[in-house]
């Protein structure tokens, strides 16, 4: 007589519900220039490869749902879908808990610093009130208890010496300028570096404006030219048939800083290569054959010069070469800033960690 024969059931395939899905379309929006109609399309076949969604939450509920919570609007006329507002603040966001993961929270308006005085924030700790304070830091009962202290029961309700004020905390606002290499190299040897790039501007300039709203973040986008890219652009950036200009870029973000008012300046720089372009007259001075004196000299004049006016600039080198390393380690010793040689991993992690630095230094 046979006997029962026992099987493990097969587990349940497990479907994904619309905030799983918003994030894989956010993602390959990313890759598809904020194309909604293509990136839903990958994510058509993708569903009919790996069955993402189910019988009863298929893709037709998904991109209703997308336009019923506004990440989707239909283009005038009619003649497609297109991203709103709410999509590309999403997909910094995303960007942000991907890089950063669950930030500590942090009063809006500025980490703290060491210094006191007239700052923004009053502080726990008393001071005795000089002449010129304001009346709105004045501690009413502590000042009262002073008085009784010092001129008992009978003398004045409040006395002038007894007067005691809250210390205010200084809070230090930065400016950067984030500049972002798209020449050709970024996409080469089979390796995507500018989606990474992308994603630590995008949780950057999220983290500034969320977390830090005093301090100001420009975004610069360099190749054969040097030209500012706004937050809203971010996720869409490409890269170009262009070389690296850095010369351009440094122009640029000193231009830029010297409309801040702020004394906390700095400079973030992404690239992966050599510099290899300059502007010359209406035209460009090109030498992809190693480092060329001539770009690089100029390069090197700019590092001297962003020190001269305090302005640090942390290299994230993207590439292996000993020789392009040589290059960075001598631009960095020159300006007296930081260069890591880091993989695209780990790149957020290394901005994120000197942008807090820096941050809070106040230069004197």
């Known amino acids: 007589m046979t006997g029962f024969r026992f099987e493990a059931a097969p587990a349940p395939q497990k479907h994904a519900d619309f905030e799983t899905l918003l994030k894989l379309f956010l993602e390959l929006l990313q890759y ?99 002449f010129g304070d304001s009346i709105d830091d004045l501690r009413v009962t502590e000042s009262f208890i002073n008085t009784q202290i010092r001129h008992g029961f009978d003398g004045p309700p409040l006395a002038e010496d007894s007067l005691v004020v809250a210390e205010r905390e200084h809070k230090a606002s930065c400016a950067t300028v984030l500049l972002i290499d798209v020449s050709h190299s970024m996409i080469l040897y089979g390796e995507d570096r500018i989606t990474p790039a992308k994603k630590v501007a995008m949780a950057l300039a999220e983290l500034i404006t969320t977390r830090y709203p005093k301090d100001a973040l420009d975004v610069v986008a360099f190749g054969d030219e040097a030209f500012p890219v706004s937050i809203k652009e971010l996720p869409f950036l490409q890269v170009g048939p262009f070389h690296t200009n850095t010369v351009a870029a440094l122009e640029l973000a000193m231009a830029l800083l010297r409309r801040r008012k702020t004394s906390n300046k700095q400079i973030f720089m992404i690239t992966d290569g050599k510099p290899t372009c300059l502007k010359q007259g209406a035209g460009y001075y090109r030498n992809t054959f190693g480092l060329d004196p001539k770009i690089v000299n100029r390069t090197l004049n700019l590092a001297a010069q962003c020190k001269r006016l305090r302005i640090p600039i942390t290299t994230f080198m993207i590439a292996r070469d000993p020789y392009l390393q040589k290059f960075v380690h001598e631009f960095t010793e020159i300006n007296g800033g930081r260069a890591y040689y880091s993989k695209l991993e780990g790149l957020g992690e290394f901005l994120f960690e000197d942008f807090v630095r820096n941050r809070r230094k106040t230069v004197r």
């Not at 220039?33 to 009863?56: N, V, Y």
């Not at 502080?123 to 009130?129: E, K, N």
């Open 32 to 130: 598809t220039s904020g194309d909604a109609a293509e990136a839903l399309s990958w994510m058509t076949q993708l569903d009919r490869q790996h069955g993402l969604t189910g019988p009863d939450y298929g893709m037709g509920d998904f991109i209703r749902e997308l336009k019923e919570k506004g990440y989707l609007r239909e283009e005038p006329g009619g003649t497609g879908l297109q991203i709103t507002p709410k999509s590309e603040q999403s997909i910094r966001k995303q960007a942000l808990e991907e890089i950063f993961g669950k930030l500590r929270k942090t009063i809006p308006g500025g980490h703290k610093t060491p210094y006191v005085g007239t700052g923004d924030e009053a502080g726990a700790d008393d001071r005795p009130f000089v």
